[in-house]
C-alpha cells in the first residue's frame, strides 16, 4: 500500500472534518496545529489496521477524538503542575531572597517539593530518603510490588531533582 494512494483514498476526503474535529475539542488554535500532526503520526503508524478496519473514516476520526482528549488532558495536568508550583514558590521562597538557605529552609523547601509530587512517588521518596525504608516496607505500605515501589521511588527523585533544580537547589549525589 503506497503512502500517496492512502491519503487520496482515505485521509483527504474527511482532512476539513478531521482537523474541525480537532479544533472544536481543543479549541486553542495554536493547539490543533499540534494535535493534528499527532494524529497523522498515529495514523502513519495504525496504516496497516485502518485500511484493514471495516469503516477506516470512522476509525480516523476516532483517532482524532483521542489525541485531542489526549491533548486536553496533558495540557491540564502541565496547568495544575504550574499552579502548585508556583503556590510553593510563593510559601516558601518569597522571605529568603538576598539570603542563603539554612539547613532548616532548605528543609521546609524540599519536603514542600516532595508534597507536590504524585502522592504514591512523594510517599515512597519520604519512605525511602527520609526514613530510610527498604523497597520491601515501601511495597508493603503502598499495597504494591517491590518493582513497583522502586519505580515511584525512581520517578519521584527525578522530579523532585528537576523541582529543586528549578529552585536552585541542587541535590548532591547521596541525596535521596
Known amino acids: 500500500m503506497n503512502a500517496d494512494d492512502f491519503y487520496e483514498r482515505l485521509l483527504k476526503p474527511i482532512e476539513k472534518q478531521m482537523i474541525r474535529t480537532v479544533a472544536r475539542i481543543v479549541r486553542d488554535p ?7 500532526q499527532e494524529v497523522l503520526v498515529t495514523i502513519w503508524h495504525k496504516l496497516e489496521r485502518i485500511d484493514c478496519h471495516p469503516n477506516p473514516q470512522a476509525y480516523i476520526i476516532r483517532i482524532c477524538v483521542t489525541r485531542a482528549y489526549d491533548a486536553l488532558r496533558k495540557k491540564s495536568r502541565r496547568r495544575q503542575y504550574e499552579v502548585r508550583f508556583s503556590r510553593f514558590m510563593e510559601l516558601f ?7 542563603p538557605l539554612q539547613d532548616s529552609d532548605q528543609s521546609a523547601v524540599v519536603h514542600g517539593a516532595i508534597a507536590m509530587l504524585p502522592p504514591r512517588q512523594g510517599q515512597a521518596v519520604l519512605l525511602r530518603a527520609i526514613e530510610g525504608s527498604s523497597y520491601h516496607a515501601i511495597a508493603d505500605t503502598l499495597g504494591c510490588s517491590e518493582a513497583t515501589a522502586r519505580s515511584h521511588f525512581s520517578k519521584g527523585k527525578a522530579r523532585l531533582a528537576t523541582i529543586l533544580m528549578e529552585l536552585g537547589i541542587s541535590m548532591k549525589k547521596g541525596d535521596a
Open 30 to 36: 495554536d493547539d490543533v496545529a499540534d494535535v493534528f
Open 93 to 99: 521562597l518569597p522571605a529568603r531572597f538576598g539570603s
